[in-house]
């Protein structure tokens, strides 16, 4: 596996160990559609949060925001859209992005709850 897969490995099994830590009740990992794939897909507070990870090792790097494009908040709304139609969903949704710095002496970890809204795209 090529070193970047490994780091987002890595960054994923951080993501999930915080949001269980969190109460966030894991329900997919890697969730596949067509081509691509949800990182995690969590409930929360009668809500389905679908999380985007991003995970660096230094802390020069763009607003994790603007890591996940806009081509890509296309792609997660389609696939949560599956997502909720193939597991008979109905909570509402929530988009959130958590990036992951893993620094030499330290892990960070940011959250961004709302990160985008399918209704500005």
Do not use: C
Not at 60 to 73: C, G, I, L, M, S
């Amino acid at each position: 596996m090529a070193d970047h897969n490994l780091l987002g490995k890595k960054g994923e099994e951080i993501a999930r160990q915080y949001l269980t830590e969190n109460g966030y009740k894991i329900r997919h990992l890697n969730w596949r559609y067509k081509k691509n794939e949800i990182d995690i897909i969590t409930t929360h507070n009668n809500l389905l949060v679908v999380v985007e990870v991003k995970t660096r090792t230094n802390d020069y790097f763009e607003n994790p925001r603007e890591a996940v494009t806009r081509n890509k908040q296309k792609f997660i709304i389609k696939a949560t859209e599956a997502y909720i139609n193939e597991y008979d969903i109905h909570l509402e949704v929530r988009f959130d992005i958590i990036a992951i710095t893993l620094l030499k002496s330290n892990t960070e970890i940011e959250h961004i709850h709302d990160a985008f809204q399918p209704s500005l795209l």
